[in-house]
């Protein structure tokens, strides 16, 4: 997608109400090429003195061109499942805990956050299911390191609420619930069950794109993300003030599927007459 395209979707976000933005990813241009742009698109945003942004880093060279790119977030990211570790990044899971140690102590003295996401902290597309107690004692070992919030990523959307109560149960044991966050895919249409499991539980951070793009490359047969627009549309309904305008992040949504060319899995793309600014079910 060309510079000028993202930053059309970033304003479109932006205009909608966001104030938390992942921009892209600072990996290796040869592992995912779309993202070899990453420093001239952030760059092409200008200043951003209202909007948060962060961006993903797999090593310490990513995290070092991330903070020189002036991204107030960088968040650093490995996997539950040591075969999706191999397979994503390359390397054991204890080597990516050494080198988000390095990342760590690099940044000690940068103003900027430091968060981590654990993926495939539900189910691995490899290993299967994993245990809710050995994932919370790597989110431990993560805090540990001064990573602040910890996100827990549902690779392939295989989560349950049952699984994501149980997760959280063994988490809260070592972070509190204000630095934990929820990552979910939505392959099983069960995104918006999961991330309520953890709203009931005091969760105020979760992860969501727009339209519902996303997906792994590494990770067989998963799909996007929960679409942001489906949740803002939930948590709206439930009496929950997000500050975000649906009608517009409907817009962004719909600008997001034209500039991908194909169409995204969002409901409230099919469902929010964003010209009106209510459901189309409503019109009748």
Known sequence: ???????????????????????????????????????????????????????????????????????????????????????????????????????????????????????????????????????????????????????????????NPLSVSRLLEATERHLPVREIGLHFHNTRDSALANLLVGLERGITLFDGAVGGMGGCPYAPGATGNVASEDVVAMVEAMGITTGVDLAKLVAAAALAQDLVGRQLPSACLKAFDRTQGTWAAYAH
Not at 64 to 87: C, K, Q, W, Y
């Open 1 to 159: 997608m060309p510079i000028a395209d993202k930053v059309a979707l970033y304003q479109a976000l932006v205009s909608a109400g966001l104030t938390r933005i992942e921009v892209t990813s600072f990996v290796a241009p040869k592992a995912i090429p779309q993202l070899a742009d990453a420093a001239q698109f952030v760059a092409a945003l200008g200043p951003h003195p209202d909007v948060w942004l962060s961006a993903l880093t797999p090593n310490l060279t990513g995290a070092e061109r991330a903070v020189a790119a002036g991204m107030d977030e960088v968040t650093v990211f490995l996997s539950a499942s040591e075969t999706h570790n191999r397979h994503n990044v390359r390397r054991s899971v204890q080597q990516s805990l050494s080198q988000a140690a390095e990342v760590a102590e690099a940044l000690e003295g940068a103003s900027v956050v430091r968060s981590a996401v654990i993926a495939t902290a539900f189910d691995c597309p490899y290993e299967g299911p994993q245990d809710a107690q050995k994932v919370a004692e790597l989110a431990r070992r993560l805090r540990e390191m001064g990573y602040a919030p910890i996100l827990f990523g549902d690779t392939i959307g295989a989560a």
